[in-house]
């Protein structure tokens, strides 16, 4: 089956980090631009990084930039949101999406092909 699926969500501590991990199955994440969203409670999905199918290129929201880092796994079929320094808004589900295009990758639309499910963060002391 086509899937994507999150992982690596949990309780951390204002200031700290988790590496979140997208995985796929049933197709080539390599063929697909990636990218990482969230929503906390109430609020609306928001694109907070990308990496490009073509070129590596990768994109991050102003929010982010400087703490997270977007990769490519060196096992197949995978993409890693590193976070550091994580403040207690940045709370909320974190979800894996791949883009039909580098174009709105680079634009971290809402606009994806395929969706995971999310995995939860939570930054609380």
Same mark, same amino acid.
């Given at each position: 089956?086509?899937?994507?699926?999150?992982?690596?969500?949990?309780?951390?501590?204002?200031?700290?980090?988790? *590496?979140?991990?997208?995985?796929?199955?049933?197709?080539?994440?390599?063929?697909?631009?990636?990218?990482? %969203?969230?929503?906390?409670?109430?609020?609306? *999905?928001?694109?907070?990084? /990308?990496?490009?199918?073509?070129?590596?290129?990768?994109?991050?929201?102003?929010?982010?930039?400087? *703490?997270?880092?977007?990769?490519?796994?060196?096992?197949?079929?995978?993409?890693?949101?590193?976070?550091?320094?994580?403040?207690?808004?940045?709370? +909320?589900?974190? %979800? /894996? +999406?791949?883009?039909?295009?580098?174009?709105? /990758?680079?634009?971290?639309?809402?606009?994806?092909? +395929?969706?995971?499910?999310?995995?939860?963060?939570?930054?609380?002391?």
């Amino acid at each position: 089956q086509v899937k994507l699926v999150e992982s690596g969500g949990g309780l951390v501590q204002p200031g700290g980090h988790l *590496r979140l991990t997208c995985a796929a199955s049933g197709f080539a994440l390599g063929d697909y631009a990636v990218g990482w %969203f969230r929503q906390a409670p109430g609020k609306e *999905r928001e694109g907070i990084s /990308c990496i490009s199918e073509n070129d590596q290129s990768t994109y991050y929201a102003d929010s982010v930039k400087g *703490r997270f880092s977007i990769s490519r796994g060196s096992v197949e079929n995978t993409v890693y949101l590193q976070m550091n320094s994580l403040k207690p808004e940045e709370t +909320a589900v974190y %979800f /894996c +999406a791949t883009h039909i295009n580098d174009y709105l /990758c680079s634009k971290l639309s809402k606009g994806v092909s +395929a969706w995971g499910q999310g995995t939860q963060v939570t930054v609380s002391s």
